[in-house]
C-alpha cells in the first residue's frame, strides 16, 4: 500500500477518511488481501511446525540414546533460539534469498529448543515399569518406542507442538522484513504508512490464528490421550 492511502480511500467511508482504528469498511474492501496474508501465514506456520518436529525427533532420540550429545544438542537449539531474527535471517540469506523458505529454515531453527526439550521429557517421564514390562512381552526397542514410549509421551510432546505452534505464529511476521511475513506484511506496511486499521485488523488476526491454533492442537491432545481423561475423573472421584 501506497502513504498515499488516505486520498484513495477517503471516499470509500468515514472511517478509512478518519484513520480510525476500528474500521468495518476496512475489512469489507480489504478482504481479499487479508485473506491472501492470513493463508501465507497459516502454511509458513505449518510448514515450520512440521518440518521442526521433523528435525528434532530425532535429534531428541540422539540426545536420550546417547546422554553425551544431550548438552550439545541442547546448548546448541538454545543457542540457537537467542540469535535475533534480523541476525538469523542475515545469516541465512545467501543460502535461500529472499524467498518463504528462508522464513521457514528460521522459524524451524527457533522452533527446535521447544520441541527437543519437550520430546525429551515426555520419553523420560514413561514409568521404568512400562518399558519393562514391555521387554518383557518381547517388545524390541523400535515396537517398545512406538508403541509403548511415544503413546505415553504424547502429553508433553503435544504440549511441545502446542507451544511451538503459538511461538511461530508470532514470529512469523518477522518475515515482514523479507516480504513473506504473512499478517506481518500488513502489520509492517500499516506501521510505515500509519494506516492504524490495518495494524490493529492484522494484529487481531495473528492473535485469533494463534487461540484457534492452540484450542485445536488441545482438541487433538485429548483425543489422542483419552487416559488422561479417565485419570482426570477418577482423581476428581476421590
Request: positive net charge; aromatic residues 6%.
Amino acid at each position: 500500500m501506497s502513504t498515499g492511502w488516505a486520498g484513495t480511500e477517503r471516499a470509500a467511508g468515514s472511517c478509512l477518511a478518519a484513520n480510525d482504528w476500528i474500521c468495518g469498511e476496512y475489512i469489507r474492501s480489504r478482504s481479499q488481501e487479508l485473506t491472501d496474508a492470513t493463508v501465507q501465514h497459516v502454511w509458513i506456520t505449518v510448514a515450520s511446525v512440521l518440518i521442526g518436529l521433523a528435525v528434532a525427533f530425532p535429534l531428541a532420540l540422539l540426545a536420550r540414546a546417547r546422554p553425551r550429545f544431550a548438552g550439545p544438542v541442547l546448548g546448541l537449539t538454545t543457542l540457537l533460539y537467542t540469535i535475533p531474527s534480523l541476525a538469523m535471517f542475515s545469516l541465512l540469506l545467501p543460502f535461500f534469498g529472499l524467498s518463504a523458505a528462508l522464513v521457514v529454515t528460521g522459524l524451524v531453527l527457533y522452533s527446535l529448543t521447544i520441541l527437543v526439550r519437550n520430546i525429551m521429557a515426555g520419553l523420560e517421564a514413561v514409568p521404568a515399569e512400562a518399558r519393562e514390562a514391555a521387554r518383557g512381552m518381547g517388545y524390541g526397542p523400535a515396537r517398545l518406542l512406538w508403541e509403548v514410549e511415544l503413546p505415553l509421551a504424547l502429553p508433553a510432546l503435544m504440549a511441545g507442538i502446542r507451544i511451538a505452534t503459538v511461538s511461530t505464529i508470532a514470529l512469523t511476521t518477522v518475515g515482514a522484513l523479507v516480504g513473506k511475513g504473512g499478517l506481518g506484511n500488513l502489520i509492517d506496511d500499516g506501521v510505515q504508512t500509519t494506516f492504524k486499521a490495518q495494524v490493529l485488523t492484522a494484529s487481531v488476526l495473528c492473535v485469533l490464528l494463534a487461540a484457534v491454533a492452540d484450542l485445536l492442537l488441545l482438541g487433538v491432545q485429548r483425543l489422542l490421550t483419552p487416559w488422561t481423561r479417565v485419570r482426570t475423573a477418577e482423581v476428581k472421584v476421590r
